[in-house]
């Protein structure tokens, strides 16, 4: 029991320090105010979808992020046997029954990456806000990226400007560049009065170098705020629907994981509610023929 105990203690510490790491996170890209576009939600019906967001998971994703909370052998949801998951996904563990864990440790993350990658068994639920799911987050996050020279990584992201992560599927979907507009209210340091406004225009190019040019901002509707336009990707080994498809199945299996059990929830709670009309039918009906001689 004691063993037990301290087994429980230790995935909903990964789990809450998940929760922690990601939720900053999410704060600092609703502030961006990048758009979210719509996760195509029938991807999480699709079998097939979600046993390929799972290898997409297992090959480019758990290198550095782990997912704690979840055990290999719950693939099995996903219409996968356990020799399937043994020969195909099990990469970093032994056993089926073990967990997504990673082997780097976290003093190495913090040496080479500034950071610990956090944990993403709870990432599609922490990420979900206001302006969408999370989703909508995960599917415009990882189809936002943009070469720039100036980042460390030499990759920057829309929705998550500065962010730390490198653009993993940068070989799917090629390289491009960026153009970025700052509207920004100039103010008297004394009186702190609007004086004027000043825009900034960014160009970033393909291959990561960027140009900047400041000017006064003049017109009668003046909008504060910063605004990025993304072209299209080129060079990758995917066009844009097969990158956009393949971003959709992996954010689908990220779904699926933070609740694998929404779909049976979903599917007994149409039973249920049949059943409760059913009865309520019933219910209905023997009352009245109880009653119907009874003034």
Excluded at 53 to 77: K, P, Q, T, W
Aim: aromatic share 10%; proline share 4%; net charge positive.
């Amino acid at each position: 029991m004691k063993t037990m105990r301290k087994a429980i203690g230790q995935v909903a510490t990964g789990v809450l320090i998940a929760v922690a790491a990601t939720l900053p996170l999410s704060a600092g890209a609703s502030e961006a105010g990048f758009p979210l576009e719509r996760f195509p939600t029938e991807k999480l019906s699709d079998q097939a979808a979600l046993q390929n967001g799972a290898r997409l998971f297992v090959n480019y994703c758990l290198n550095c992020h782990s997912a704690e909370a979840m055990r290999y052998n719950r693939l099995a949801d996903l219409g996968l046997s356990e020799e399937q998951i043994r020969s195909n996904l099990l990469f970093a563990a032994e056993k089926t029954g073990e967990r997504m864990t990673i082997a780097m440790r976290p003093a190495d993350a913090r040496q080479w990456f500034g950071t610990v990658p956090p944990d993403l068994s709870l990432v599609a639920r922490a990420r979900s806000s206001g302006a969408g799911s999370g989703a909508d987050w995960l599917y415009t996050y990882l189809r936002s990226y943009y070469r720039d020279a100036s980042r460390p990584s030499g990759w920057n992201n829309a929705l998550f400007e500065n962010v730390g992560m490198p653009h993993v599927f940068w070989e799917l979907q090629g390289s491009r560049g960026a153009t970025i507009e700052d509207v920004r209210a100039l103010k008297d340091e004394q009186t702190g009065k609007i004086t004027g406004y000043s825009r900034t225009r960014i160009t970033v190019a393909a291959d990561g170098s960027r140009s900047e040019v400041t000017e006064p901002a003049k017109g009668e509707q003046i909008k504060v705020g910063r605004t990025i336009k993304l072209p299209a990707a080129e060079g990758g080994k995917l066009d844009r629907a097969a990158y956009d498809n393949t971003v959709a199945d992996l954010v689908a299996y990220l779904t699926y994981m933070s609740d694998p059990s929404a779909r049976t929830r979903t599917r007994v709670g149409v039973w249920v509610l049949l059943f409760l009309g059913l009865f309520t039918a019933a219910a209905w009906w023997l009352n009245r023929v109880f009653w119907k001689d009874i003034k």
